[in-house]
């Protein structure tokens, strides 16, 4: 094997069991082939977020290019916030996009991690670029039609970018960190930052504009939920596996968060093969459903999962962790 990619699967290796260190000449020929498919497994997990990141940035860059900017139309969030701006003040939209978001990028550094972090940064970067330098028709001038597309395509940038693992919008992000450190539900948090914005936008640019905007925040909020596959903020999984123990200790030590085991059996039919087996059950936020079902792959590809919306939760590790590490 070529010893370039040889260190390259090393690595992986010991990033995937950073506690069990071994010399590079130490491991096995299945350790090796292990530590290559986890390899493969990874670099497609880059691939398929990095298209789903380049699509929202696209979809995203639309709606503001061609229908919400020359109408002087906002949306909710930071993006909201930087639309506002570039109305009063004239500012290109692409530097207020960066600007507005590099405090939501620091804060999500320490609430989510570093690669959540890197990863949004370059989706925020991507979209002031195509913003920039890519032209866009303006679709239309009919206040109604702009306001339900602009938030369409901008709420179905958000929404790819979230499916990627990243956000253009980091007011999630403040949303999450203020729900710790207050205890309100995430969902209050961003109601009340987008009072506070379109309250301003009545002030500054009409009550009219202001409505029509309320009509675009709408818009992009359902589709971004349909984006998402209608995935709430809390997400619980149950999962059956054969390596319920490395997938326990993988949550704990690798998701940074809370089990809880079940003694149960797993079959098929009414006499079909039944064997013992522990039951997981966590609570993740929508945003580490990408991580959490690749990392589960590598442990055992055909594991079953279910996964169901959870509205809120209290208590436990959910508010305490990191969410990304």
Not at 251 to 268: D, E, F, H
Request: hydrophobic content about 50%.
């Amino acid at each position: 094997m070529n010893s370039f990619w040889k260190k390259i699967i090393i690595d992986t290796i010991q990033s995937d069991a950073p506690t069990v260190p071994q010399p590079n000449e130490g491991y096995s020929r299945f350790e090796l082939a292990k530590g290559y498919r986890n390899l493969i497994i990874t670099l497609k997990g880059f691939l398929k977020d990095a298209v789903l990141i380049s699509i929202g940035i696209f979809c995203a860059a639309f709606g503001f290019k061609g229908f919400l900017l020359s109408n002087h139309f906002i949306d909710g969030g930071a993006t909201g916030i930087s639309l506002l701006i570039s109305a009063v003040t004239k500012t290109p939209i692409h530097i207020l996009i960066i600007a507005i978001n590099i405090p939501f990028i620091a804060l999500a550094y320490g609430v989510m991690g570093r690669t959540f972090a890197i990863k949004t940064a370059l989706a925020i970067s991507g979209l002031a670029i195509v913003l920039a330098t890519v032209t866009f028709p303006n679709v239309t001038n009919d206040n109604i039609l702009v306001a339900v597309f602009g938030g369409f395509f901008l709420g179905a940038g958000i929404g790819f970018s979230i499916r990627g693992g990243a956000v253009i919008d980091g007011t999630e992000v403040l949303a999450i960190f203020l729900s710790r450190k207050f205890g309100t539900t995430i969902g209050d948090v961003i109601i009340i930052i987008n009072v506070l914005i379109f309250g301003a936008a009545a002030y500054l640019l009409g009550v009219e504009i202001a409505l029509y905007s309320m009509i675009t925040y709408l818009a992009a909020s359902k589709t971004l939920d349909f984006i998402v596959e209608g995935i709430e903020e809390y997400i619980g999984v149950t999962i059956v596996a054969v390596r319920s123990e490395a997938i326990r200790q993988m949550i704990i030590n690798k998701m940074g968060r809370g089990v809880t085991v079940y003694s149960g059996k797993k079959g098929y039919g009414k006499r079909g093969e039944t064997q013992k087996v522990d039951i997981i059950y966590t609570v993740i936020t929508r945003l580490e459903l990408n991580k959490l079902t690749t990392e589960i792959e590598k442990i055992e590809p055909s594991v079953f999962m279910v996964m169901n919306s959870v509205k809120d939760t209290k208590g436990g590790m959910i508010k305490k962790r990191p969410l990304q590490h």
